[in-house]
């Protein structure tokens, strides 16, 4: 080769790295990559292809050999590599914030679900309403109101409204989650606020042990586990919500070890948490109680709650707020067994799943300890926490209240199969209630006035099944509930039935509108403390027994959601 | 019905029945190179969907596939394709690390199909992120179920061996361009 063409070359591929390094965008030829442009992903060459093909044709015509060629590609890969930024984002059910090394990645989502409710109520609805399982708990002291409304109502309501924060911190096995909420609650008296809803670390190095610590939906039964976004029905059935692990709420404080749900035909959960509810601990409840230690506090001076024998005359002046059993903790453990491939938690066969997928389940939980009202047992006095009492009206437990301090311990057994679009889906859940306070419940101090009967326990099904008409777009879903809140109760049951035409706009749960039907019937028979005949000596008489009736319900709920 | 003729990280290809019956002239005998060339001639771009169809820009076809995508994929089409039944059909997946490689993969999927004198193609997904999962990495149990396979319309160059069959549908005629010795020459 002549001085004169190595000469020609040179300033050839000097030329062409000059070229390179004033092109902005300068990437290589073979690398390239997905650019997430206008909600597509497009294939975009990383070298100028002006550029390319001057190089190309340099190869071909003979003015640089391969070997040049190849080194030029590298130097610019290395370049564009070295210029471009150190994070990248982009779109993927939700926006996406990642490090290039992968050590820290951000996905910002947001839910809502719009809902508009046509709801008819029989007479009973309006006398004598819902206030055994369902109380409104009101005012500072959260004296029990009777639930009442007319036959009709027309609603419009934001039900859900979610933002989460989710990725990864560090290494890619160490997750965190938040969750924030913004809803108003269906029967609240003032508009809802932004709020923790949940917070938790996971760390996932080891499969066969992740361990997920903070505030999150409790490992106990299916259909909590499953999320409000992933459901064939607008809402839970309310025996899916009385059931839960704590008895008060479905998420709780604490730490769950488990195995990877995707790796192991059988998944263990176990839990220890706080068992008070979200956001809130034991501490945060307690006794009132006089100076004089063990002597009840609140105005007990008079009938038909005088100071009990050995206790100073009760007046107002210092008492205390005595902290009792916060040393308990509650323990939860659940067992799957993934029997046919991996049905999981959300509702339906959405996926179409080819092979059959079949799973049974089963949980229990002790939670004990929960203060449920006064030790004195009646409403007015010596009021227990009411966070934890509002828990328990909230979540249909409101038959539980005044029963003293009493310990849950809740069992629970799933299955789920699903097959090209059908599912069926079913869970039995026993709640044992135990009194500290045995015998039947005191009206007064010196006990000679009790409730008719104890509590017993509480009990309950359902059985939901659905099929997609047309594959991953439109289901049609039906369910049946039954919930008998205390077994020692006679018409006091609780059914519902529910059917649901779903439409999931792209494929997936994330958009969707749903059209869904209920009846409820609730029987408004039982005992409840402080709402039902006999009350304490001299707190009057409460008429609603001798209404009675079953309040029936008939909603259309129609629903909106976007998941992005 | 689908039975797996390979599966690694980078390339799938199952054999899957058809709903409906039908008769394939399978199996058939390519060669890793014959499908390389005919693949190299398809390109492709989203079918927007209406009423966006009549709005939006529509960006130009890309090619199918890269060549070290080619590379990867036509050795495990060819056995497919040997190994497929009259009423089969041959999908493939082409998997590459998603930009979240812990939650989803770019995926380039669809099936092939042979009815002399034609080959027919049809792709579910072209560059989607498809997650690694079927319950959310982060979400706990909030389940990933796969994109819903899109709407894409494919080109094939040279043109004149990219026809109609008698039902109206859109196919190669494989041995006459095979024959041809020509390249497929989708634009790059």
Same mark, same amino acid.
């Given at each position: $080769?002549?001085?004169?063409?190595?000469?020609?070359?040179?300033? $050839?591929?000097?030329?062409?790295?000059?070229?390179?390094?004033?092109?902005?965008?300068? %990437?290589?030829?073979?690398?390239?990559?997905?650019?997430?442009?206008?909600?597509?992903?497009?294939?975009?060459?990383?070298?100028?292809?002006?550029?390319?093909?001057?190089?190309?044709?340099?190869?071909?015509?003979?003015?640089?050999?391969?070997?040049?060629?190849?080194?030029?590609?590298?130097?610019?890969?290395?370049?564009?590599?070295?210029?471009?930024?150190?994070?990248?984002?982009?779109?993927?059910?939700?926006?996406?914030?990642?490090?290039?090394?992968?050590?820290?990645?951000?996905? *910002?989502?947001?839910?809502?679900?719009?809902?508009?409710?046509?709801?008819?109520?029989?007479?009973?609805?309006?006398?004598?309403?819902?206030?055994?399982?369902?109380?409104?708990?009101?005012?500072?002291?959260?004296?029990?109101?009777?639930?009442?409304?007319?036959?009709?109502? +027309?609603?419009?309501?934001? =039900?859900?409204?979610?933002?989460?924060?989710?990725?990864?911190?560090?290494?890619?096995?160490?997750?965190?989650? *938040?969750? $924030?909420?913004?809803?108003?609650?269906?029967?609240?008296?003032?508009?809802?606020?932004?709020?923790?809803?949940?917070?938790?670390?996971?760390?996932?190095?080891?499969?066969?042990?992740?361990?997920?610590?903070?505030?999150?939906?409790?490992?106990?039964?299916?259909?909590?586990?499953?999320?409000?976004?992933?459901?064939?029905?607008?809402?839970?059935?309310?025996?899916?919500?009385?059931?839960?692990?704590?008895?008060?709420? #479905?998420?709780?404080?604490?730490?769950?070890?488990?195995?990877?749900?995707?790796?192991?035909?059988?998944?263990?959960?176990?839990?220890?948490?706080?068992?008070?509810?979200?956001?809130?601990?034991?501490?945060?409840?307690?006794?009132?109680? %006089?100076?004089?230690?063990?002597?009840?506090?609140?105005?007990?001076?008079?009938?038909?709650?005088?100071?009990?024998?050995?206790?100073?005359?009760?007046?107002?002046?210092?008492?205390?707020?005595?902290?009792?059993?916060?040393?308990?903790?509650?323990?939860?453990?659940?067992?799957?067994?993934?029997?046919?491939?991996?049905?999981?938690?959300?509702?339906?066969?959405?996926?179409? +799943?080819?092979?059959?997928?079949?799973?049974?389940?089963?949980?229990?939980?002790?939670?004990?300890?929960?203060?449920?009202?006064?030790?004195?047992?009646?409403?007015?006095?010596?009021?227990?926490?009411?966070?934890?009492?509002?828990?328990?009206?909230?979540?249909?437990?409101?038959?539980?209240?005044?029963?003293?301090?009493?310990?849950?311990?809740?069992?629970?057994?799933?299955?789920?199969?699903?097959?090209?679009?059908?599912?069926?889906?079913?869970?039995?859940?026993?709640?044992?209630?135990?009194?500290?306070?045995?015998?039947?419940?005191? $009206?007064?101090?010196?006990?000679?006035?009790?409730?008719?009967?104890?509590?017993?326990?509480?009990?309950?099904?359902?059985?939901?099944?659905?099929?997609?008409?047309?594959?991953?777009?439109?289901?049609?879903?039906? =369910?049946?509930?039954?919930?008998?809140?205390?077994?020692?109760?006679?018409?006091?049951?609780?059914?519902?039935?529910?059917?649901?035409?779903?439409?999931?706009?792209?494929?997936?749960?994330?958009?969707?509108?749903?059209?869904?039907?209920?009846?409820?019937?609730?029987?408004?028979?039982?005992?409840?403390?402080?709402?039902?005949?006999?009350?304490?000596?001299?707190?009057?008489?409460?008429?609603?027994?001798?209404?009675?009736?079953?309040?029936?319900?008939?909603?259309?709920?129609?629903?909106?959601?976007?998941?992005? | 019905?689908?039975?797996?003729?390979?599966?690694?990280? #980078?390339?799938?290809?199952?054999?899957?029945?058809?709903?409906?019956?039908?008769?394939?002239?399978?199996?058939?005998?390519?060669?890793?190179?014959?499908?390389?060339?005919?693949?190299?001639?398809?390109?492709?771009?989203?079918?927007?969907?209406?009423?966006?169809?009549?709005?939006?820009?529509?960006?130009?076809?890309?090619?199918?596939?890269?060549?070290?995508?080619?590379?990867?994929?036509?050795?495990?089409?060819?056995?497919?394709?040997? %190994?497929?039944?009259?009423?089969?059909?041959?999908?493939?997946?082409?998997?590459?690390?998603?930009?979240?490689?812990?939650?989803?993969?770019?995926?380039?999927?669809?099936?092939?199909?042979?009815?002399?004198?034609?080959?027919?193609?049809?792709?579910?997904?072209?560059?989607?992120?498809?997650?690694?999962?079927?319950?959310?990495?982060?979400?706990?149990?909030?389940?990933?179920?796969?994109?819903?396979?899109?709407?894409?319309?494919?080109?094939?160059?040279?043109?004149?061996?990219?026809?109609?069959?008698?039902?109206?549908?859109?196919?190669?005629?494989?041995?006459?361009?095979?024959?041809?010795?020509?390249?497929?020459?989708?634009?790059?």
């Amino acid at each position: $080769m002549s001085t004169y063409r190595r000469g020609v070359r040179a300033l $050839m591929i000097a030329a062409l790295l000059v070229g390179l390094s004033s092109v902005t965008l300068a %990437q290589a030829a073979d690398s390239g990559k997905l650019v997430e442009k206008d909600g597509k992903y497009v294939f975009v060459e990383s070298m100028d292809p002006s550029l390319k093909l001057l190089l190309e044709r340099s190869v071909k015509s003979g003015m640089i050999t391969q070997g040049e060629y190849d080194q030029v590609m590298k130097e610019s890969e290395e370049r564009t590599q070295l210029l471009s930024p150190s994070f990248r984002g982009w779109y993927d059910r939700g926006f996406n914030l990642s490090m290039n090394d992968n050590a820290f990645f951000l996905k *910002i989502r947001f839910r809502s679900q719009l809902r508009f409710t046509q709801r008819f109520r029989n007479d009973a609805w309006r006398n004598p309403g819902e206030a055994k399982n369902f109380p409104e708990l009101l005012g500072v002291f959260g004296d029990y109101r009777a639930n009442r409304s007319e036959n009709s109502a +027309s609603s419009f309501n934001v =039900r859900r409204l979610r933002f989460y924060f989710m990725g990864h911190l560090f290494d890619p096995d160490f997750k965190y989650y *938040i969750q $924030m909420r913004a809803e108003t609650a269906k029967n609240a008296q003032s508009p809802g606020s932004l709020s923790l809803f949940d917070v938790n670390f996971s760390y996932t190095r080891l499969p066969w042990a992740n361990v997920q610590f903070g505030q999150y939906k409790v490992y106990f039964n299916r259909s909590q586990i499953n999320s409000t976004a992933s459901m064939q029905f607008a809402e839970r059935a309310l025996v899916q919500d009385a059931f839960t692990a704590s008895g008060l709420d #479905r998420r709780d404080i604490g730490i769950t070890i488990m195995n990877d749900e995707e790796l192991f035909p059988v998944n263990y959960y176990i839990g220890v948490f706080n068992g008070a509810g979200p956001s809130f601990n034991r501490l945060g409840s307690f006794t009132s109680e %006089q100076a004089t230690v063990d002597c009840p506090g609140g105005q007990t001076s008079g009938n038909p709650f005088p100071t009990p024998a050995g206790c100073p005359v009760n007046q107002r002046n210092l008492n205390a707020n005595t902290r009792l059993d916060v040393d308990r903790l509650m323990y939860v453990a659940r067992l799957n067994w993934n029997i046919l491939g991996r049905p999981g938690y959300g509702e339906g066969d959405l996926a179409y +799943s080819e092979t059959p997928q079949f799973a049974i389940g089963g949980g229990y939980s002790y939670n004990p300890g929960i203060n449920t009202s006064s030790d004195n047992a009646f409403v007015g006095l010596d009021l227990a926490n009411l966070n934890i009492r509002r828990q328990l009206a909230a979540f249909g437990n409101g038959r539980q209240l005044g029963l003293g301090i009493v310990d849950y311990s809740t069992w629970a057994a799933d299955g789920v199969f699903k097959y090209r679009g059908f599912s069926l889906q079913g869970e039995f859940y026993f709640k044992n209630v135990i009194r500290h306070n045995k015998g039947l419940p005191c $009206m007064n101090t010196a006990c000679t006035e009790t409730a008719p009967n104890n509590f017993g326990n509480a009990m309950g099904w359902y059985v939901q099944s659905g099929y997609y008409l047309i594959p991953r777009t439109v289901e049609l879903s039906a =369910r049946y509930a039954y919930w008998d809140p205390d077994t020692a109760s006679a018409n006091d049951l609780i059914k519902q039935a529910d059917v649901s035409l779903n439409w999931f706009l792209n494929g997936t749960y994330d958009h969707q509108i749903m059209v869904t039907y209920s009846n409820t019937q609730f029987g408004t028979g039982g005992y409840a403390i402080g709402r039902s005949a006999p009350l304490p000596p001299g707190s009057g008489i409460v008429p609603l027994d001798t209404v009675g009736g079953t309040l029936i319900e008939n909603a259309i709920r129609v629903q909106y959601q976007i998941f992005f | 019905m689908t039975r797996t003729v390979h599966e690694d990280q #980078r390339v799938v290809v199952k054999v899957q029945r058809e709903v409906e019956p039908t008769s394939y002239t399978h199996p058939v005998q390519l060669t890793s190179g014959e499908i390389a060339s005919l693949l190299r001639g398809f390109s492709i771009r989203e079918q927007q969907r209406l009423p966006l169809r009549w709005f939006a820009e529509e960006l130009p076809p890309k090619p199918l596939f890269r060549e070290d995508e080619l590379q990867a994929l036509a050795p495990h089409l060819e056995q497919g394709l040997q %190994q497929v039944g009259p009423n089969e059909r041959t999908h493939f997946e082409l998997r590459s690390p998603g930009f979240n490689p812990e939650y989803g993969r770019d995926t380039i999927a669809g099936w092939m199909a042979v009815r002399d004198p034609y080959l027919y193609i049809t792709i579910e997904y072209f560059h989607t992120q498809i997650p690694v999962r079927k319950f959310d990495n982060y979400d706990s149990n909030y389940p990933l179920p796969p994109p819903t396979p899109k709407d894409y319309i494919l080109y094939f160059e040279p043109g004149r061996f990219w026809s109609t069959d008698e039902a109206k549908a859109q196919a190669v005629a494989y041995r006459q361009f095979l024959k041809s010795g020509e390249a497929g020459t989708a634009p790059r």
